[in-house]
Nanobody, 122 residues
Framework: VQLQASGGGLVQAGGSLRLSCAASGRTDSSYSMGWFRQAPGKEREFVAAISGLGRSTKYADSVSGRFTISRENAKNAVYLQMNNLKHEDTAVYYC????????????????WGQGTQVTVSS
């Protein structure tokens, strides 16, 4: 599966952005999907994940209550609605296929892609 994230940009603290992830290739609607991010000088970290049918979601504590993950299987798309953005949310955001625990990336099933830059000004 090839994954391409988009929708990033520059926003002021307290603002909102909606990220999109388009999947192509050998897609499978049963795959759980997730969002990860990597800030400069830091390791890539888990942000949110959603099960294949969208019945289960999981969020990092740092974004819980502010971010919402969703998916449209008919469009092979996954979204991340980000509200009340903070400076510390600044990072490159990537989507990925994740495991059944909605936690770890399955790079054997899908590539990271280029990611999309989110910059939050304080």
């Amino acid at each position: 599966v090839q994954l391409q994230a988009s929708g990033g940009g520059l926003v002021q603290a307290g603002g909102s952005l909606r990220l999109s992830c388009a999947a192509s290739g050998r897609t499978d609607s049963s795959y759980s999907m997730g969002w990860f991010r990597q800030a400069p000088g830091k390791e890539r970290e888990f942000v949110a994940a959603i099960s294949g049918l969208g019945r289960s979601t999981k969020y990092a504590d740092s974004v819980s209550g502010r971010f919402t993950i969703s998916r449209e299987n008919a469009k092979n798309a996954v979204y991340l609605q980000m509200n009340n953005l903070k400076h510390e949310d600044t990072a490159v955001y990537y989507c990925a296929v994740v495991d059944y625990r909605l936690t770890f990336p399955r790079t054997d099933l899908g590539s990271w892609g280029q990611g999309t830059q989110v910059t939050v000004s304080s």
